[in-house]
């Protein structure tokens, strides 16, 4: 997840150095829902491995 995350956050970059503002805000988006779930997975691995 942190992978895509990365990925959607670079297009995202690079979208809004060319000007395209609905693809950056679309990706940056993608980018945001991508890190919150790979950090709720990461927590909830995290918890799960230890008890």
């Known amino acids: 997840?942190?992978?895509w995350a990365?990925?959607?956050a670079v297009?995202?970059?690079?979208?809004?150095?060319?000007?395209f503002g609905?693809?950056?805000g679309l990706s940056e988006n993608f980018?945001?829902?991508?890190l919150v779930i790979a950090v709720i997975l990461?927590?909830?691995g995290?918890?799960?491995r230890r008890t």
């Open 31 to 34: 980018a945001y829902i991508f």
């Open 1 to 3: 997840m942190f992978k």
């Open 6 to 8: 990365i990925i959607f």
């Open 22 to 24: 609905g693809v950056a």
């Open 11 to 19: 297009i995202a970059l690079i979208a809004s150095f060319l000007g």
């Open 42 to 44: 990461f927590i909830v």
């Open 46 to 48: 995290f918890i799960s």
